[in-house]
């Protein structure tokens, strides 16, 4: 990463190089609607929310304008004192298209940011960049996985039982079997990372769960994936793919796989129907508990109630999106989060430096060269 | 419908068929999870519902197990009054597959019942059949439209402003802009009947809303759609075909369009997922509410707030699906709609005979072909 080089701070930067137990989390300190103001504070609350054992040897480095972020930093020395500033002559802004991105890989906030990871400076990457710029950057500076074209985007879902990961909410709008089974393999290896569980379930989104259901893809992948499945059993060097079948949409809340899988197009169309479902409800409560005094009385009383219930459906509580498939971790974070959202997308990161991420991912797409 | 010529009741039949007035409505008995006891009362709500007005000329032609009709009908006799029975040797069971159903489209209640709209003795059928053997029937006994291979299923969907037509829910997994275009068509008619609406809108859900959003396929139908509703505004012989542009999930609890077009697999997935999120929430909030004994106190307070929310989304409300495509009109019922829920159903039939429904589609189809 010659940019870092030249800068001021290159003694700092090396004696990190130098110290193998650390791990460095950049972050682009300007993606997101609010910039330095909702990043370092995230960073912060993130600091605060690992156990000591966890932060151990965790060094940030922000990337965009110095002064800005300086002047963030100042309110938090114990995160200063952990944290280096890489200041980019141009940041790449929420509304730039990937083609500018691109076109300042070498020199701003978001493709330093990158390098920093590609040059292994850094061990992680959060920003809050649009997903177009940000995926393109990361392809293009990170690579991807052989096999990958381009990068598939999980989400998190609450359900009855907890959490699940769904995938693909990206750019991957029409998928092959060939792709959907990377995504299911992909995807279990982020959920056993994220929810530290040995065999994770997964399902494969489809119109109905009986065998006979859905098109001819759908049915190939499935058929694929049960085969998966039958060869990590025979094989004791190899943790159990634990397919699960086919689920339904309801199934997505009712926690029956640890990780669903559909292509981007049907994933993105589930997610926003349920985000507008969340909404109209809330609004259905707020209107009929406005219709009459009692009502009013009522709704006050009930706000806890409903303070929980938001709670656990809270979408900060899910921020931070892995992409897969590239070579190292980039982590995303919702363009709107606010402090305490950015700081889950830090945790991901965290978290995933802190598994054989990577390592397991590349391992566990070498099976589909075994149903072939 | 040489069938029916042979029945005991051959003068009545043949007296209905002299009255030129009459609209009859022909209705599976047997289907559905509980037959002709939900069915029979569903009826008799339906009839309480509509106005003598729309009620004038209606008879109803109930096909099944007589015996076991006749006990039901028994209890209304208002309604018997205008009621005649066919029995039928054969039931198509809720369990059967499309293929043993057609075996049986000459002699069971749910071949018998689409018969009757076939040869003109009735103008409508309604079921509770399961839509696999429904779609087949009506398909193979009522034709499709030029152009229609196969029918599409709506739903309806409430939102901010009253209710909106989303298709397809059925079988049409992988759709053509072709496809995608006669859905559009459809769907705009059903609003326009449904809604009372002159120019109801329409929008192709998509992953954005941008022009630039989505796949090869979505584009282009987007693309076509456009122009057809700038034909419309050009043709003073055309109402307006008034078409949004895409939306996305969210929307379609926004209220942004009166008709919601998608491919049978997305409109699945959306369908479900929303069920999922709204069972979901009502057991947070019922979790919540009984963890102490004061939120067990204010979950009894809230309940005429909740009730009012169920009652915008109750499923039942919007029973009835009208199998778009097909040359007579025929109705779903949910097979395990409840009496209200069934009754519902009816009066989309009788809200479908008395508009000139398929008409309107096929000189709507037609518009097709002005953008080739």
Known sequence: MPALRHSPIDDAWQAIDACEGFRSIAIDAMGGDFG???????????????????????RFLFFGDKPQIETELAKYPKLSAISLINHTSVIVTNEMN??????????SNLGLAIAAVADGTAHAVVSAANTGAYVTLAKVIL???PGIDRPAIPGMMPNK???SVV??????????????????????????????KSSPTVGLLNVGTEEMKGHAVVQQTGQKLH????????????DRFSFHGFVEGTDIFRGVTDVIVTDGFSGNIALKSIEGAALFFFELIKKSATESL???????????????????I?????????????????????????????????????????????????KRLQLVSKIQ
Chains 1, 2 share one sequence.
Request: charged share 25%.
């Open 36 to 58: 330095p103001l909702v990043v370092v504070e995230g960073v912060h609350i993130a600091m605060s929310q690992l156990s000591n054992n966890r932060l151990h040897g965790v």
């Open 98 to 107: 990937p083609i500018d991105a691109l076109r300042h890989k070498d020199d």
């Open 143 to 145: 690579g991807t996985l």
């Open 161 to 163: 039982n907890g959490m």
């Open 167 to 196: 995938l693909d909410l990206g750019a991957n709008l029409e998928c092959s079997s060939e792709r959907l089974i990377q995504f299911a393999l992909m995807g279990e290896v982020l959920a056993k990372a994220l929810f530290n």
């Open 227 to 238: 085969l998966i499945d039958k060869k990590t059993q025979e094989d004791p060097d190899l």
């Open 294 to 312: 009692w009502n009013k009385f009522i709704a006050l009383l009930m706000r806890p109630i409903l303070k929980n219930v938001k709670k656990t």
């Open 314 to 362: 809270d979408p900060r509580l899910y921020n931070g999106a892995v992409f897969l498939g590239l070579k190292k971790i980039a982590v995303k974070s919702h363009g709107g989060a606010d402090p305490f959202g950015f700081a889950k997308a830090v945790c991901v990161a965290i978290n995933m430096v802190q598994s054989n991420f990577s390592d397991d991912i590349e």
